[in-house]
């Protein structure tokens, strides 16, 4: 019997072959060696975030029980019932719940219904440190802590459209700090309002600074990565495609669809044809740079 969980190679026990996930290896196990059985062992990932060294969990209210025994945590539960998706959305905007919790994993069940888990935007579901290098870390630290609240929206949309709600409302592990809340919808919608009309992203900062009622609130600490995202998300900027080269050729067919002869000559070939990469292979140590712009007589 072989176990395949994370902590194991994506190798076969068997054959020595190596795979990419776990899905593919287990295929490949069920075809070519019939004879084995797939021994399947849940990932515990769960981790208490007030003992960060005891054992992990595989459900949440695994971590709940040890919280309520070990650490004499009360947690506060409640069971709601809502006609519709749309009254339950309207009771999520309520006191910062849309941006408290953020959506974690949505399930299709066979027989039409759905479920929808939102955890604390806390809380490090994950369970593992990710060896990913493309991201940065930021400036100010990550919001994550280490560790799994316990505080949760599980979510059973029923065929008929009747909405089930489970609230855990109890949070630990971290206090209520304002930069890890999301902007809310209002907010979000305020600022893009603001950027498609084309406000400076520097006067918009400046504006949100001003408090009212006393009450500091989330957007009034906005920052440019929160303009860019907002600018990303909503396409404020009215790129076509992320590719540089994409968009400008479907720029290119808008103009000439209207007869436009704003391009005089545009070639699609890429940042690089087979030439240049062959040479570059071929000379390591030779930089290219384009200097033609700007350097005839038409300033081109």
Sequence with gaps: MLCFCRDCKLVCKICQKEFSSISTKNRHIRTFHDEVTIEKKKIQQIQCPLCLEEEKFDCC??????????????????????????????WRALDNKDV???????????????DIYYNCNRSDSRGFTSTCHKRNMKLGG????????PSRIVV??????????????THVGHADELR??????????????????????????????IIENDKLQRINIITRGDLAYLIRKFNIDKRRNADDMIATALKIEEW?????????????????????EKKLKEFKRVICIDGTHGTNRRNW
């Design 180 to 209: 890890s809340k999301r902007l809310s919808k209002t907010e979000q919608d305020t600022l893009v309002q603001q950027l498609t009309a084309g406000v400076t992203k520097e006067r918009i900062i400046s504006n949100s600074r």
């Design 256 to 276: 000439n669809r209207q007869e436009k002869n704003n391009a005089f000559l545009f070639k699609q070939i890429g940042y690089m044809n087979s030439v240049m």
């Design 142 to 149: 990550s919001i994550r802590i280490e560790g799994t609240c």
């Design 61 to 90: 209210e695994h971590l709940m029980e040890h919280l309520k025994q070990r650490h004499k945590v009360s947690i506060m539960e409640s069971v709601l019932s809502f006609r519709n998706f749309e009254d339950f959305e309207a």
């Design 156 to 169: 059973k949309i029923q065929q008929n459209g009747m909405v089930e709600v489970k609230f855990v409302e």
């Design 100 to 114: 408290d919790y953020a959506c974690y994993r949505r399930c299709k069940r066979p027989n039409d219904n759905e």
